[in-house]
């Protein structure tokens, strides 16, 4: 059992406004976030297999694949502070093999500390898994790894050398990459449909000493499996290969198209947002689109990808937004989402999807509403310019299924007060070039496709 939590002694649960004691936590006794029920998991991810991985902590060679944001705005439960996602937040991707269950980890840490013996006092990342799937705590099977910007790792609070782990520091935070072995679950293999309950903690420390900051993504500790854990899933013979290399025949050089409503023919851009503060008002008219923290104003986009052929394979995918307008100087930090349901330009608003179809909570915020985890990340900052986001999953999976293309929502995470405008599709005149653009580079496998599965994840 991991012993951090011994040392801080008290937990703050976000919206509870109570303080219980570390013994409390120490015991298990107290419990934040959704009430167990039936289910016995949180959130899915879908994982796909890979080919093996170069561990070296370049996540550059890692496909792009839906990721698990951790921040205080969207933890479970956090200690002591409530850092800014600039300060301290992370974003997760899995991927793995028989052998190995790979670990891609970006954390954003505005000051790298590692100053102290105990790995749970400095800038880290926690990682709790159980192998078995039984929801049994403390067996043989069930571990909790941490990485330290520094690199070091432990299991369960001491040193280990049974995960290869390596890390890279960048200037505005690090990255971790792990591969964690099957005999380290106590399974002889990792096998298609396994389900593995896991669970994410982030560490801060920015004044040196003991942490300032710690998070979990689910429930309240990553040390013990807990029915609010999420759940990896991993999928059967949908292998990816993240580091390029030979290939037994070339891939064709491709083609790219530009989708931009009023150009090229293409008229099959819809774009709105939604506001929190006016939840019955339709904005599919308005010339410009707006995004703002905390969620209070959402952008909804969809493409039609009629385009792009049956069978094309999406090489890249990028969404572009054009920045006119912004209520103060500050940057805005964003979060992208799939849509998981249809809705309607003219008449989505706060509350509705369409008319006669409510959201399932407002704001398209509920389940079956958007994905359970991000698409992407992406920063605004400047005024005249583009905000570009890398859609490419997305769009290769609405060409397998077209019928799942009901487009993104674009959010703004919990920190600061800022909102930004973008051109919408219905701005005019010498403002037409600076609608929303998507650029799809993509190539055509001849003669027979092989069908290559990207997933949507949903919760």
């Known amino acids: ?57 370049d996540l550059s060679d890692w496909p792009q694949i839906p990721d698990i944001p951790l921040a205080a705005s969207n933890a479970s439960s956090y200690l002591f502070s409530y850092p800014s996602s600039m300060d ?33 006092e400095d800038d880290a990342f926690e990682v709790g898994l159980d192998g078995a799937n039984d929801l049994k705590p403390r067996g043989a099977d069930d571990r909790q790894f941490t990485v330290a910007s520094d690199g070091r790792i432990t299991s369960k609070g001491a040193p280990t050398k049974e995960v290869q782990a390596a890390v890279r520091r960048r200037i505005d935070g690090w990255d971790a990459e792990l591969a964690i ?89 819809r774009d709105t947002f939604i506001s929190q503060w006016d939840p019955d008002a339709n904005q599919g008219g308005a010339s410009t689109i707006r995004v703002r923290n905390n969620e209070v104003l959402s952008i909804l986009l969809r493409f039609d990808l009629d385009a792009l052929p049956d069978h094309a394979r999406i090489k890249r995918a990028t969404l572009s937004l054009f920045a006119v307008d912004r209520t103060n100087p500050q940057g805005i930090s964003m979060l992208l989402y799939t849509l998981q349901r249809p809705w309607e330009e003219r008449q989505a608003t706060w509350r509705l999807a369409r008319d006669g179809a409510p959201w399932t909570k407002p704001g398209a915020s509920g389940p079956g509403d958007r994905s359970a985890f991000s698409l992407a990340s992406a920063v605004a900052s400047r005024l005249e310019d583009w905000t570009s986001i890398d859609v490419t999953s997305a769009v290769q999976a609405w060409i397998e299924e077209p019928d ?53 994840i949903r919760r």
């Open 88 to 120: 301290a937040s992370s974003h997760t991707r899995f991927l793995w093999d028989e052998d190995y269950l790979y670990v891609a980890i970006s954390v954003t840490d505005d000051r790298l500390i590692a100053d102290s013996d105990p790995i749970w």
């Open 181 to 269: 072995p099957a005999p380290s679950l106590n399974q002889p293999r990792f096998r298609n449909w396994q389900m593995i309950p896991f669970n994410l903690g982030l560490i801060d420390d920015d004044l040196g000493g003991k942490a300032d900051a710690y998070m979990t993504w689910q429930g309240a500790r990553t040390w013990a499996v807990e029915e609010t854990w999420g759940a990896l899933r991993l999928l059967p013979d949908v292998a990816v290969a993240p580091t390029p290399g030979p290939t037994p025949s070339p891939t064709p050089p491709g083609d790219t198209v530009t989708l931009q409503d009023g150009f090229g023919q293409y008229e099959g851009t």
């Open 404 to 456: 799942e293309n009901h487009g993104l929502i674009l959010v703004g995470e919990q920190n600061g007060s800022v909102a930004y405008r973008f051109y919408s599709r219905e701005a005019e005149g010498d403002t037409a070039p600076y609608r929303p653009q998507l650029i799809i580079s993509y190539w055509e496998p001849t003669p027979t496709p092989q069908r290559i599965y990207m997933p949507i």
């Open 1 to 57: 059992m991991k012993t951090a939590p011994v040392s801080w002694p008290r937990r703050t649960a976000r919206g509870l406004g109570v303080v219980v004691t570390w013994l409390a936590i120490a015991v298990g006794l107290w419990h934040v976030g959704p009430e167990v029920s039936a289910q016995p998991y949180g959130p899915r991810y879908d994982v796909l297999q890979a080919s093996p991985l170069t561990i070296d902590g």
